[in-house]
């Protein structure tokens, strides 16, 4: 895999139309709506039911989407803008555009070694990569596979506060050494949402033993699962009531036993991998999360701090007294309550609540390099991208992850450049126009 120097959309369209002269088609379609058709039917049903699927009937899903198609482009002509600059400093690392690869747990629901090969096209482009608590390879598998790309490339760790304390420490001291340059708190996930996709099919990959890999790593938890082993507490045992839930039972134990860290016959035999899947569902959240453990994060990390799942003006302004560096306005790309607020339609208010003293991240609905000018004109210093990446992994590994995002990035520059812009700091307000 090679690095890409140049994002800019005049070089992305020169590469594929140079492909395409001799017959060579883009592996992933360079719009949404055909890359999400192509990924659903390279995905099987439970991939995705959990990474395409949202909550409820999926009106916040659709809210993301009406609420940045309620703002327009206005463009502005004759002025120069055969140069212009997407890079942006956040959190003391020169980024070469305003965009980071979300989190997404059980990643491997899609590909195996998923995480690996998101981390990977990442740093092929040198933007973010925030590795997912509910991961499917260990941070430091990840990290070191940036590394081999590009030495020191970009990373932030994301962080579901655990019910044991300890739990939490470990992680973050991990982030740390693993290069992590922020640590993202998700808030809006102390329990999950009601999302009929996965329910219709019965399928939660953690019980399967996808997704946990963050935990099956670290120290803490092996020492907890290990306790809760001693004190009599065993695994999942599936329900058998006939020879389809007897198969079905075994291809659960056998998931598990797969997953786990170690040799796939001494995780049959052990009822440690077993024990951890229930352990990582007892205690991956913690309901009771309040302002008074983010005031005392500082005094455990020496990290950055951004508080995701921030949608509300009182919310954000609590944060930034709580001296957090950044607040990520998201609804979990519409996956955790049905019928919430969009996200766009939340950042305006954000932005003014925050009032410059912190930055701004959003998430949800974001499918394209215009949808991230429009962001960044709102107020915005970035944007992540979810569900888009995911899809092109779905089709093309990393290097789909990678185009989908170069794509996205290369919109955005020419996006810039035909409104009549330079610069994505401080685009001007009238650059969008409200039309309701």
């Excluded at 099919?201 to 997704?211: D, H, K, M, N, V």
């Excluded at 075994?250 to 229930?278: F, K």
């Excluded at 790309?333 to 607020?341: E, M």
């Amino acid at each position: 895999m090679n690095v890409i120097a140049d994002l800019t959309g005049r070089a992305r369209q020169n590469a594929i139309y140079a492909a395409g002269a001799f017959g060579k088609r883009p592996t992933v379609p360079t719009d949404f709506p055909e890359l999400e058709r192509r990924a659903r039917r390279a995905m099987n049903s439970r991939a995705w039911a959990y990474v395409g699927g949202g909550a409820g009937e999926g009106t916040t899903m659709t809210a993301n989407r009406r609420a940045l198609n309620r703002w327009a482009i206005v463009p502005r002509v004759l002025r120069d803008v055969s140069e212009r600059d997407l890079s942006i400093d956040l959190f003391g690392s020169r980024l070469p555009a305003p965009v980071l690869f979300s989190p997404v747990g059980a990643g491997a629901l899609v590909r195996h070694d998923a995480d690996l090969l998101i981390g990977r096209a990442a740093a092929e482009l040198g933007v973010p990569y925030i590795f997912s608590n509910q991961g499917c390879a260990p941070m430091e598998e990840t990290a070191a596979a940036m590394d081999a790309v590009t030495p020191g490339s970009p990373r932030w760790f994301q962080l579901y506060w655990s019910s044991d304390d300890d739990l939490v420490d470990s992680f973050l001291a991990r982030a740390e050494r693993s290069g992590a340059s922020a640590v993202t708190v998700t808030l809006d996930t102390t329990m999950l949402g009601w999302r009929p996709q996965d329910l219709n099919i019965g399928s939660l990959p953690f019980a399967r033993g996808q997704g946990i890999d963050q935990y099956t790593s670290d120290p803490r938890f092996r020492e907890i699962v290990r306790e809760r082993i001693a004190a009599g507490a065993g695994g999942p045992t599936p329900q058998i009531t006939g020879p389809r839930s007897a198969a079905a039972g075994v291809a659960t134990l056998l998931s598990i036993a797969r997953n786990a860290p170690g040799r796939l016959v001494d995780n049959i035999r052990s009822p440690e991998p077993r024990a951890a899947v229930q352990t990582f569902l007892d205690i991956y959240s913690r309901p009771t999360l309040n302002w008074d453990d983010i005031a005392g994060l500082r005094s455990r990390t020496s990290l950055p701090i951004v508080l995701k799942g921030i949608c509300h003006p009182d919310d954000a302004r609590r944060a930034v007294d709580a001296g957090v560096d950044g607040v990520l306005v998201s609804n979990h790309g519409g996956r955790q309550i049905d019928g919430a607020v969009a996200s766009v339609d939340a950042l305006p208010s954000v932005v003014a609540a925050v009032d410059g003293r912190c930055r701004i991240i959003v998430d949800s609905g974001i499918r394209s390099g215009a949808d991230v000018f429009k962001v960044l004109a709102l107020g915005a210093d970035a944007a992540c991208i979810g569900r888009p990446h995911m899809y092109g992994l779905a089709l093309g590994g990393a290097d789909g992850a990678r185009d989908v995002v170069a794509n996205i990035i290369a919109e955005l520059d020419l996006t810039l450049g035909l409104s009549g812009q330079t610069s994505l700091r401080d685009l001007p307000r009238d650059a969008l126009q409200r039309v309701d």
